[in-house]
């Protein structure tokens, strides 16, 4: 049995990953491993943000079926897939540094192991633990569990969260992307409190230096990705084991007059990376199959030989000819601002093939887009659409199930 590792990368976005498309070589290293890795090309997740996404990628369930706001505690009726695993003898370990995944909301219940970093000293700049005292923990804690030739298999989750706000990289990394930027930290936090805190998208110039510093973040996180891997080889572990990576969210950059990560549907926020890495294949394989957040649990249950689990929503990724697509949906608070408002009310999607609808309770508001005409998401044809009333129905069943909840 081999092991399974699941790394995922917050506000990681899908188009600056040269193995989607893009040609400005910021992910080197996640770039040169394709000849091992299923590469899914349209994976969606389930939320636009943290809270609204990892329901799925942890316990293959939908944000909004026990919660109403995303400061709500992870419901005892959900259950992690950390909990499912131990249960059926696998240690599981996770190492981490996002609050909303802390064990302060609940997230811990299932691992042997578990690092939250809300022990930890940080500052308002970067104000989470960086992804190389990530890998070190994880080095830490393989040398001790690695000790001799046997071990029991492992399910371990690693995440990072250098590419989110506030953007402070290293000159190391700015330097990259544009030799002339020379920022402070006090210019740092000025961007973040003057700018993308209240979402100011009124200077153009200054939303294209905060993507800048957003690339610059991309290279450091694929740069602690490839020390990851170093890693788990050094330990003898990275070819006994599949590694599933992916990304909670996007990131907006005014695609839709807005900054970082709200309640909003559209493809920055919510069409992610995706693949899985077999150190069995020698030949990269890509996979256009329409799949979502929620279908990475029960694919690390099928990686370990186990049954699928009932109450998980979703269905194994692999093998992928045999994954039928029967569109992907998401939920969350549709809040358009840092914080909350009282006001906030939900929002939704679902996507089939290319068609894409929205809604918004918050003004009883439709969308629909047909993504491979429009892949911007900038012509809403809601109103001449033919498919519109079928997907309208779809959407609504998914939307009535949270009142038989």
């Known amino acids: 049995m081999k092991n399974v590792i699941l790394f995922t990368i917050d506000t990681l976005r899908r188009d600056v990953l040269g193995c989607y498309g893009d040609h400005k070589g910021l992910t080197p290293f996640l770039d040169s491993i394709q000849d091992n890795c299923i590469r899914f090309t349209r994976c969606q997740a389930s939320g636009p943000y943290t809270q609204a996404s990892f329901p799925a990628i942890l316990s293959s369930s939908y944000f909004l079926e026990y919660v109403k706001t995303p400061q709500a505690q992870f419901s005892n009726k959900r259950t992690l897939i950390s909990e499912v695993l131990k249960k059926e003898g696998i240690y599981t370990a996770a190492f981490h540094s996002n609050p909303y995944l802390s064990a302060y909301f609940g997230w811990n219940r299932g691992w042997d192991q578990f690092y939250d970093s809300m022990q930890d000293a940080v500052d308002d700049v970067n104000p989470y633990i960086k992804g190389n005292t990530i890998n070190d923990k994880v080095n830490k804690w393989l040398s001790s569990y690695i000790s001799g030739s046997k071990y029991k298999p492992f399910f371990l989750w690693v995440h990072y969260m250098d590419v989110h706000e506030p953007y402070a990289p290293d000159k190391r990394y700015t330097e990259k992307v544009d030799v002339s930027l020379e920022l402070t930290k006090k210019d740092y936090l000025k961007l973040f409190k003057e700018v993308v805190l209240p979402r100011n998208t009124s ?3 200054t939303v294209k230096l905060l993507k800048k510093l957003y690339y610059a973040h991309v290279i450091e996180v694929d740069e602690y990705a490839r020390m990851l891997f170093e890693i ?7 070819n006994e084991s599949m590694v599933i990576i992916t990304s909670d969210h996007g990131e907006e950059f005014d695609e839709h007059g807005s900054l970082s990560h709200d309640g909003k549907m559209y493809s920055e926020l919510v069409h992610v990376p995706l693949m899985i890495y077999d150190p069995a294949l020698d030949k990269g394989q890509v996979c256009n ?12 249950l099928h990686l370990f030989g186990l049954q699928p689990y009932a109450d998980f929503k979703g269905k194994s990724l692999v093998p992928v000819d045999q994954y039928i697509s029967e569109g992907c949906f998401g939920e969350c608070i549709g809040k358009l601002k840092h914080k909350m408002q009282p006001s906030d009310q ?10 894409k609808i929205i809604y918004r309770e ?5 969308e629909f887009y047909d993504l491979k ?7 809403n044809i809601f109103q001449s659409a033919q498919s519109a009333e079928e997907m309208e129905m779809k959407l609504g069943d998914f939307i009535k199930r949270n009142s038989q909840i």
Do not use: C, Q
């Open 203 to 205: 200077n153009k110039e």
């Open 232 to 238: 788990l080889d050094k330990h003898g572990v990275l």
């Open 289 to 300: 199959n329409l799949v979502s957040g929620v279908d990475i649990p029960p694919t690390i």
């Open 346 to 355: 939900p929002t939704y999607f679902y996507r089939y093939e290319d068609m």
């Open 362 to 366: 918050e003004g009883d508001s439709w």
């Open 373 to 379: 005409a429009d892949p911007g998401e900038k012509n």
